[in-house]
Nanobody, 126 residues
Framework: HVQLVESGGGSVQAGESLRLSCVAS????????MGWFRQVSGKEREGVAS???????TYADSVKGRFIISRDNAKNSVYLQMNSLKLEDTAMYHC?????????????????????WGQGTQVTVS
């Protein structure tokens, strides 16, 4: 099984930045699709960003222009740079790898996601 471990979350003020990291094992990060979703307790999963093996990215409209997803295949890692954070960005953020399929787009990481995900890292904006 794929294992994913996130880090980098914390509590920040609105307008500040955070950089989340995810290290994958049992998976070659350059081989396919990876992404991030976020979830507030009791609410639906929301896909945040995706990145495919070629480095093509997609983003949720709510974070477009503020967040940047990237990957380092040599380190089996994926990152989420979050700038200009807003109160509504507060959530648990999870790194995720879908089981398969042709599409690597952010909508795959939403409510009906099927694949692997990590324990999450909490981001709180105030």
């Amino acid at each position: 099984h794929v294992q994913l471990v996130e880090s980098g979350g914390g509590s920040v003020q609105a307008g500040e930045s955070l950089r989340l990291s995810c290290v994958a094992s049992g998976y070659t990060s350059g081989s396919g699709c990876m992404g991030w979703f976020r979830q507030v307790s009791g609410k639906e999963r929301e896909g945040v960003a995706s990145i495919d093996s070629d480095g093509e990215t997609t983003y949720a409209d709510s974070v477009k222009g503020r967040f940047i997803i990237s990957r380092d295949n040599a380190k089996n890692s994926v990152y989420l740079q979050m700038n200009s954070l807003k109160l509504e960005d507060t959530a648990m953020y999870h790194c995720a790898v879908p089981y398969g399929g042709f599409w690597c787009i952010v909508s795959r990481f939403s409510v009906d996601f099927e694949g692997y995900w990590g324990q999450g890292t909490q981001v709180t904006v105030s």
